[in-house]
């Protein structure tokens, strides 16, 4: 079955500085990638997807890049603000509604 | 509704006891979902309901759980005999219909069995 590698676990920024969250996948069938944003005690909100016939989108600050080939998508945030500060999943399906999710990044943002 | 709803926010069990999760789904959404996520950890993936029917129901983990969505709307979760393992919080998601992707998730029930 599909495997989700998510990688950092945990990663503190500078308010400012940009991060970057990297996921890696297993099934190259896979073919939509969205990213959820959950803080404390909160519902996991999507804030971000891309599908696998795109290599990049861009919402403001945040963007997605995916590589279909090397098997693997980030997550990228710039100018980071404290408000950043949650739990970022990613997740990848390759039918359209189960999603397997990587284990999380913590993401702290300094003021 | 604006939102996936779900009750209760919070569910304190002692062991063997059998406890009921429900989610009210935005309305007119068919497709739903039910995931657990252990502290720590991203959601996994347990039923997934097209209208009334189960149509996956893989995640479940035992014959303990069981899923139930009688009208195409509301759903329930069942949990029998629960274990201090089965202490999670339990999040339901909808979408428009299994076509769509990036489905909306409630704000979950967190079990804890004692």
């Known amino acids: 079955g599909e495997n989700v590698e998510q990688h950092p676990s945990t990663l503190s920024v500078q308010e400012g500085d940009s991060a970057v969250i990297k996921c890696t996948y297993s099934d190259s069938a896979s073919n939509y990638f969205p990213w959820y944003k959950q803080e404390l005690g909160k519902r996991p909100q999507l804030i971000i997807d891309?599908?696998?016939?795109?290599g990049e989108k861009k919402d403001q600050r945040i963007a997605v890049t995916l590589n279909k080939t090397a098997k693997h998508f980030s997550l990228h945030i710039t100018e980071t603000q404290p408000e950043d500060s949650a739990v970022y999943f990613c997740?990848?399906?390759?039918?359209?509604?189960?999603?397997?999710f990587g284990t999380g990044t913590r993401l702290k943002v300094l003021a | 509704g604006a939102g996936v709803s779900q009750t209760p926010s919070n569910k304190v069990t002692e062991k063997g006891k059998y406890v009921e999760l429900r989610c009210d789904p935005i309305s007119g959404h068919t497709a739903l979902y039910w995931y657990r996520q252990s502290l720590g950890q991203g959601p996994e993936f347990l039923i997934y309901f097209q209208g009334t029917g189960a149509a996956d129901d893989s995640g479940l983990p035992n014959d303990r759980f069981f899923a139930v969505r009688p009208e195409g709307s509301v759903s329930t979760l069942k949990i029998q005999r629960t274990e201090r393992g089965d202490s999670a919080v339990y999040l339901c998601a909808s979408s428009l219909n299994s076509g769509t992707t990036g489905y909306t998730f409630g704000s979950g029930t967190r079990l804890t069995v004692v």
């Open positions: 997740a990848v399906t390759s039918g359209t509604y189960k999603y397997i």
């Open positions: 891309i599908r696998s016939n795109v």
